[in-house]
């Protein structure tokens, strides 16, 4: 069972009506004692990271989210849920992230290297480069190609936890994961099939880690 965090700044209609689609139990749940119930989180997020922050910070979500995926919990972030994954972000300030995964939000410079302009925010389908092809999310896919919606991406230098780049004048995370940390910097709920599988794998590895602990 998937618990959606609602913490007034994602996109829960798109995600809940995908992961119906698919068949996949969840909840949704402002409450950290049900959440703690949940066999993983999902962090969605639209928005400013900064209000975001702010947001989670407000009932002790952080805190909370934090120590969940130090207990062994699944966590899978979207969109701007995916940059708070991450130590900390430029946007309107620099503010401090859940600092989870290594690097820095930071936003499009609009212009590149050369001093070719280029349109920010970076908006509509894109293809992925699987950089680590065997990852639980990615694994038999159909396609290659999602949707994105953002002005400002990761800056990392630790290259293992790139899942998937896309390529917007510069390198962009597209997915990024560390252990059982995953997230997705574009829409899986508005990537079609793509994004679809993606989730429906995410839901899998979860159901695979239950039936490994009922094992032991």
């Not at 859940?98 to 293809?127: C, D, E, I």
Request: aromatic share 10%.
């Amino acid at each position: 069972m998937i618990g959606i965090i609602d913490y007034g700044m994602g996109n829960l209609h798109s995600v809940q009506n995908a992961l119906r689609r698919l068949g996949v139990e969840y909840f949704l749940s402002e409450k950290k004692e049900d959440l703690a119930d949940a066999d993983a989180l999902l962090l969605p997020g639209v928005g400013a990271f900064k209000d975001a922050m702010h947001a989670l910070k407000e009932n002790g979500m952080d805190a909370f989210i934090k120590s969940e995926v130090a207990g062994g919990k699944p966590l899978f972030g979207i969109c701007l849920g995916m940059q708070l994954l991450f130590e900390e972000s430029e946007e309107n300030g620099l503010t401090e992230g859940l600092n989870l995964l290594p690097g820095r939000v930071v936003r499009f410079p609009g212009k590149t290297a050369g001093g070719v302009s280029y349109k920010v925010p970076h908006m509509g389908w894109n293809r992925m480069i699987l950089q680590q092809p065997d990852s639980p999310l990615l694994q038999d896919l159909s396609t290659d190609y999602v949707y994105f919606v953002h002005s400002y991406f990761v800056k990392t230098e630790d290259r293992n936890v790139l899942l998937a780049t896309a390529d917007y004048h510069e390198e962009v995370p597209a997915v990024v994961g560390k252990g059982h940390i995953f997230g997705a910097q574009f829409h899986p709920e508005k990537s079609s099939t793509a994004g679809l599988e993606i989730l429906k794998n995410f839901a899998d590895y979860i159901e695979g880690r239950k039936s490994d602990a009922t094992k032991i």
